[in-house]
């Protein structure tokens, strides 16, 4: 956990302000960071490797960023903003009250509301990798008929595995 112990009160521990959540999780804000960093990517086409190389990073430091796992300083959100051709802002967009009140600031402060269980995040299926390269996929079908075919057969599908 990333603590620390406060200098005035030996042995009394508070929280650090790094932005982890108190169970050492990721904060909320890094994660939704992070998946659009990666929706952007993917939707680009361009793989970690690539991405990484362009901004000086490995592909490992681009995972972590997409996860959340680590977080993404100024300047390096600024060289990203500029290799994936979306404005800063971008990074923040969608996001939900939820995420924005886990905050570091909101954390520190004790504003958050989250605690326990609902400080976990669970990150929007929306941004998950594989619904991603499915609407990719989808869209690269050049013929419109085949598409909608496609698309009536996923429907389909979902209406029969919501009745089983």
């Given at each position: ?38 929706l952007r990517r993917t939707l680009l ?120």
């Amino acid at each position: 956990m990333n603590m620390m112990t406060t200098p005035d009160k030996p042995g009394k521990r508070k929280v650090s302000t790094r932005g982890r959540q108190e169970n050492g999780a990721p904060n909320p804000v890094d994660i939704h960071v992070g998946s659009r960093m990666r929706l952007r990517r993917t939707l680009l086409g361009m793989s970690q490797e690539k991405l990484g190389e362009e901004i000086g990073l490995t592909f490992q430091q681009v995972q972590k960023y997409e996860r959340g796992a680590n977080r993404i300083g100024a300047s390096r959100l600024y060289d990203l903003s500029r290799v994936l051709d979306v404005p800063v802002s971008y990074f923040f967009d969608d996001m939900a009250d939820r995420v924005q009140d886990a905050s570091p600031m909101a954390i520190i402060k004790g504003t958050s509301g989250l605690t326990g269980e609902a400080a976990t995040f669970d990150p929007d299926p929306m941004m998950k990798r594989e619904t991603l390269e499915l609407v990719r996929s989808y869209y690269a079908i050049p013929d419109p008929k085949v598409r909608s075919r496609v698309y009536d057969l996923a429907k389909t599908l979902a209406t029969i595995a919501g009745q089983g």
